[in-house]
């Protein structure tokens, strides 16, 4: 998935191909790939990342002609502002409009609009941050998948159930051919374009066999890896990008130094910040975010995540709420309310730079049943999948009752499909960042 639809390379600008979709051209960097006008590709967070013949484009193409357009105009609709809360709310009004023209919000006014507390303006505010989501992003919605290579963990993170304050919790690591058998069911079974590669900081596995897994999973299968590790240092970071891995997936936590010093024996925040910038200089797309809920975290520190995370050149925001594990020193920290998350992703929706892609996250999704549709409503455009071995997924417990942990890959394509379509969007990755 992201069931990307196939596009026509109309041209080329430096190593950018100029891809054609239904009449709207995107760019696309074409760095692995040998391409020419008139081919027919697959394209993913900004890169060409596999050629189609033009005998499977034409039926794909077919498929989606109509059904494209019907669903523009089911989220068009739906993403509407409400005149009355526009002439009502003339401060957050003001913002969107600001937001609308790429301009940006001071933290004070980002902490404003997450202190915004009487109801019907909070309903304004995450209206127009959909409104804003459209607008700059149009109907496409991501859908990645994230396959949880391993649980082994040698970190203390004080909220993380699979970090080694658990010591009750069995350990596995996928073999290579597990892994590759993953990726198969999820590229060749199921269509899924852009994939997350996750684990602990395992020390049983080197970035060297890492990058192996990757290179055998880029010469075999047209996808776009992202690989979330933990901390890898510069020179991992050049094996994994060498090997073919375009997105890097590192939270930063929180931007609060004190804080994640207190959570994070033996780290600092500066490194992690260090491991992102180097990330993103050397290409890699950044998927990066903060936990929200955190104990001795306050708004002002969660309006500076917002910040930070635009500093950081991120790609995708990953903001999820923090989730109490029994196995860990917060265990008995209550996790935050899922209308203050929604309220959060609508913030940084005003917040961030127009091609920033906000992700529903299964953390927000355990919440509540209702939380990614009302995350999708309130500014996100991006979900992941759990593509993970069933079997394996009860075990990597980063936190308790994750959603959808014992949902099999079919059943969670076919909700997912059918909310998409139920509110106008389509699952390609056909928006700004993409162009
Ligand atoms: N609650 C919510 N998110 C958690 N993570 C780890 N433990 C928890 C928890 N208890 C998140 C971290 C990490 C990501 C892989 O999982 O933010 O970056």
């Known amino acids: 998935m992201c069931y990307a639809i196939p ?39 900004g890169f060409v990342i ?3 013949s033009a005998e499977e484009a034409g039926k794909t193409l077919e498929t989606w002609k109509d059904l494209f357009f019907e669903l523009k105009e089911i989220d068009q609709k739906a993403s509407r502002l409400s005149p009355w809360g526009a002439a009502r709310y003339d401060h957050v009004r003001g913002l969107m409009e600001r937001a609308l023209s790429g301009g940006k919000l001071t933290q004070a006014e980002i902490l404003g609009l997450l202190n915004i507390a009487d109801p019907r303006e909070q309903e304004f505010l995450l209206s127009a941050a959909n409104h804003i989501r459209q607008e700059h992003h149009s109907n496409s919605c991501c859908v990645h998948g994230i396959i949880e290579i ?15 304050w658990n ?46 897994i990757i290179r055998a999973i880029k010469k075999r299968f047209g996808v776009l890896i992202f690989v979330s590790f933990g901390e890898v240092g510069e020179e991992g ?33 500066e490194r992690r910040l260090a491991e992102i910038r180097k990330a993103h200089e050397l290409g890699f797309l950044i998927v990066t ?65 127009a091609q920033v892609k906000i992700l529903v996250t299964t953390g927000l999704e355990t919440l509540s049943p209702d939380a990614r549709r009302a995350g999708l409503m309130a500014g996100a455009n991006s979900v992941m999948l759990n593509v993970t071995p069933v079997d394996k997924r009860p075990l990597y ?39």
């Open 7 to 45: 596009g026509l390379v109309k041209g080329f600008d430096g190593k950018h191909a100029i891809v054609d979709y239904f009449g709207e051209e995107k760019k696309a960097l074409s760095e692995l790939l040998d391409l020419k006008a008139g081919d027919y590709v697959y394209a993913q967070g």
């Open 50 to 52: 596999t050629r189609v």
């Open 150 to 164: 391993s649980n082994m963990c040698a970190e203390q993170c004080h909220y993380c159930g699979i970090s080694a």
């Open 167 to 212: 010591t009750k919790i069995p350990r596995y690591r996928l073999s290579k051919e597990e892994i590759l058998s993953a990726v198969q069911g999820a590229v060749d079974g199921h269509g899924f374009k852009a994939l997350v590669l996750q684990s602990g900081e395992d020390a049983g596995r080197s970035v060297d066999e890492l990058a192996d």
């Open 237 to 269: 970071l050049e094996k994994l990008y060498a090997a073919g891995a375009r997105g890097v997936l590192l939270r930063f936590e929180t931007s609060n130094a004190e804080l994640f010093k207190k959570l994070h024996p033996g780290s600092t925040l």
């Open 289 to 353: 975010g903060a936990l929200v809920g955190l104990p001795g975290q306050t708004q002002q520190d969660v309006a500076r995540d917002i910040e930070l995370a635009g500093e950081l050149n991120v790609e995708m925001l990953s903001l999820g709420p923090f989730l109490p594990h029994p196995a860990t020193p917060l265990a008995n920290i209550p996790a935050p309310d899922m209308a203050d998350l929604i309220q959060t992703l609508a913030v940084a929706r005003f917040a961030l730079p």
């Open 397 to 435: 417990d980063i936190y308790p009752k994750r959603a959808h942990q014992d949902d099999p890959l079919a059943e969670q394509i076919t909700a997912t499909i059918a909310l998409l379509e139920s509110i106008g969007r389509a699952p390609t990755d056909l928006s700004v960042g993409a162009g």
